[in-house]
């Protein structure tokens, strides 16, 4: 973008991130921008890939694609957009440099009619870039019609009329262009070593037809004839980009373009109109709302669709990390539970998704990729799937999912004391199929936990592994969901299955308060097999018995007084997962050995409300929001935080981070916290 026009776009920016709360800021934002300013650039989705698998940037995905596109870097004043971005060719890479680029040329003098970039801007749910040049202003909005379909809507308007040659163009990575190729008007792309292919064409209504072109990594598609601009009114030109992960087999329904902007708005207007209640005491309700917006932005930034080995929808982890284009167990979990307040169906598909893969046995797999081949079964992940269940059942009434879904979270259950209770005392160890150590501590979700340093494992039976100790966390989350297995009987009228569960809630409640809670030191850790001795190192799962409601009032006064204690848990980003007196103590690259994870994080807050400490809830959620680097202005969501300064770190666009944010800032009706203290 041309030097002279920045200031105009950062003034925009300026005024949305600085004063959307106001109406008065919000109109003049508007007046500048040109569309809802409340919520433009909550991120900065401008990039130009430098190689095939640069990451450095965010990039914009939407309605389950595999592929993305980012605004070009500020300076680039060519129409158009980077990419796409083509997640699911190996670990994702960058196929394209640049898309729908715009040539236009006068005809009655032949020249090429110049644009200059007056602004550009990433909103919900779509791209936008305008342009001006001769008596003629330009808009390029790049949105997803659905997963397989990418669309640019190109809106021409001529102070006067005119007559002008139209073409689009494209540019693809270098040593992309040996898979280039055009059936008829269209161009495509293939790919070595992949039955994908990517196709780009231009579509006007009335145009008699298209010419496509070829040149080294360029293409090109132009109108046969001339489009004709009446004075003062708007042409609307399309360009499509259609991936298909397997061309073989996929044949998606043809793009209706006379109504697909109009869907996709109404889409996103439900979407942002969800979260529009966002609040916290303390806290800016326009802050709150904005902070969930971007939380909705970067959940369904990484919604990709049923494909390959993938049967149902669902959310990654994040697309700014190779190593997540798949589903994880425990992620999914809680995506689920935030999904289920805005996006109840994606919801519903990706809990479907992990049970696909449900073994006989009731286990399922830690993750789950396109190439089946690659899914982790060596292991599983915390039991959260039936809170999960319950939460968009509050949040949708969809009692036909519970029904669809209730033997299969039953299993699921059994699966834990079958496998995983290596003393057979009804409190259950993290473990492995395989015996390692590794997958047992994957298993547990807190991969290199200080807590599992000395632990080892003990052999249960064929493929069962278990490690000798108890864990809080584990036995906590059990415990709930016998309680929230018993709520769903009762809402499905299954009475001796409520009473059953409930009779075992309270079986592992007394357990779980005398063998893991330590009387002297105050606080919940994992006990070791056959001995009455505890793992003493105080981490985020010592507090998960108050989340759940399994300890007493006196036990959960003590830990109350451990996680406000400024030396270990009450730090400037609270709720590290490590107390930060610990010498192991590594906020910055110590993975799940002090930084802050915004579900434990989250958790902590719930475990504080949960025993009538309201105040402090909101002190510590307000922090969390507040001190969080970024959070409320452009940065995107991280894998976890510095406790000390809120710097964030690991993966950006992090799915449970956002959907963490979203369910700490829920606002609150009577029967959301009726059911907080019931269960």
């Not at 087999?249 to 889409?267: G, L, N």
């Not at 966002?278 to 709150?288: E, I, K």
């Not at 001796?496 to 105050?522: C, N, S, V, Y």
């Amino acid at each position: 973008m041309r030097p002279s026009i920045r200031p105009l776009i950062a003034a925009a920016a300026a005024l949305a991130l600085a004063c959307a709360g106001g109406n008065v800021c919000a109109e003049s934002a508007a007046r500048v921008a040109g569309d809802d300013a409340r919520y433009l650039d909550l991120l900065d989705l401008h990039g130009t890939p430098q190689t095939p698998t640069d990451r450095s940037f965010n990039i914009f995905f939407d309605a389950g694609s595999w592929h993305g596109y980012s605004l070009p870097r500020a300076n680039d004043t060519s129409t158009g957009f980077s990419g796409p971005f083509v997640h699911s060719l190996g670990d994702g890479q960058w196929v394209g440099a640049r898309f729908a680029q715009l040539a236009l040329k006068d005809t009655t003098n032949r020249q090429p009619i110049a644009l200059i970039p007056s602004e550009d801007h990433a909103a919900p749910g779509y791209l936008v870039r305008r342009f001006a040049g001769q008596g003629l202003t330009v808009r390029q909005t790049l949105f997803f019609a659905d997963s397989w379909h990418a669309l640019v809507r190109i809106e021409l308007t001529a102070a006067e009329a005119k007559d002008v040659n139209l073409s689009v163009e494209g540019r693809v990575m270098p040593a992309q262009e040996s898979g280039l190729g055009k059936d008829g008007d269209a161009v495509t792309q293939t790919f070595a070593h992949s039955n994908s292919k990517l196709t780009t064409r231009l579509h006007a209504d009335g145009a008699p037809g298209y010419r496509a072109t070829l040149s080294g990594v360029d293409y090109r598609i132009d109108l046969d004839q001339p489009l004709h601009l009446k004075p003062e009114q708007t042409a609307t030109v399309f360009v499509e980009q259609t991936l298909l992960y397997d061309a073989r087999t996929e044949t998606p329904a043809p793009v209706d373009y006379a109504t697909a902007w109009s869907k996709h708005q109404e889409r996103w207007a439900g979407y942002v109109k969800s979260v529009a209640s966002s609040q916290l005491p303390g806290l800016p309700n326009d802050t709150a709302q904005r902070v969930s917006v971007k939380a909705v932005m970067t959940l369904l930034g990484n919604w990709r669709a049923a494909r390959g080995d993938i049967h149902h929808d669902g959310v990654i982890p994040s697309y700014s990390n190779p190593d997540f284009n798949g589903f994880w167990a425990w992620d999914s979990w809680k995506h689920t539970a935030a999904l289920a307040h805005f996006a109840p169906a994606l919801a519903r598909d990706q809990m479907r998704a992990m049970f696909d893969y449900q073994a006989a046995d009731g286990m399922v797999p830690d993750c789950i990729y396109l190439d089946k081949a690659n899914n982790n079964e060596r292991d599983s992940k915390p039991p959260l799937a039936v809170w999960a269940a319950l939460e968009l059942y509050r949040a949708s009434g969809d009692k036909a999912f519970l029904v669809e879904m209730y033997d299969k979270l039953v299993r699921y259950h059994r699966w834990w004391f079958k496998a995983r209770d290596h003393d057979h005392n009804g409190l259950a160890e993290f473990g492995s199929t395989d015996g390692t150590k590794i997958a047992a501590a994957w298993e547990s979700g807190m991969d290199n936990a200080v807590r599992f340093d000395d632990a080892a494992m003990l052999a249960n039976g064929e493929a069962a592994w278990s490690i000798d100790q108890e864990s809080v966390d584990l036995n906590t989350y059990l415990y709930k969901e016998k309680l929230d297995l018993a709520q769903v009987a009762a809402v499905l009228g299954k009475t001796q299955d409520h009473q059953q569960w409930l009779k075992e809630a309270a079986a592992m409640k007394a357990p779980i308060q005398a063998r893991m809670f330590d009387e002297t030191l105050g606080y919940f850790f994992d006990a070791k097999l056959g001995r009455d001795d505890h793992v003493r190192i105080y981490g985020s799962e010592g507090w998960t018995p108050l989340w759940a409601g399994v300890a007493s009032a006196d036990q959960a006064r003590a830990v109350v007084r451990v996680m406000l204690d400024p030396h270990k848990f009450a730090t400037v980003m609270p709720f590290p997962t490590l107390a930060a007196d610990d010498p192991r103590f590594s906020p910055i690259k110590g993975y799940w050995r002090g930084p802050v994870w915004l579900d434990q994080a989250y958790f902590g807050v719930e475990a504080l409300r949960r025993y009538g400490y309201a105040q402090q809830a909101d002190t510590m959620a307000r922090r969390l929001v507040l001190n969080a680097k970024g959070l409320t202005q452009q940065a995107p969501f991280y894998e976890n935080y510095d406790p000390l300064t809120g710097q964030g770190y690991q993966s950006r666009n992090f799915s449970w981070s956002a959907a963490s944010y979203l369910l700490l800032l829920q606002k609150r009706t009577g029967e959301t916290q009726a059911a907080l203290q019931t269960e």
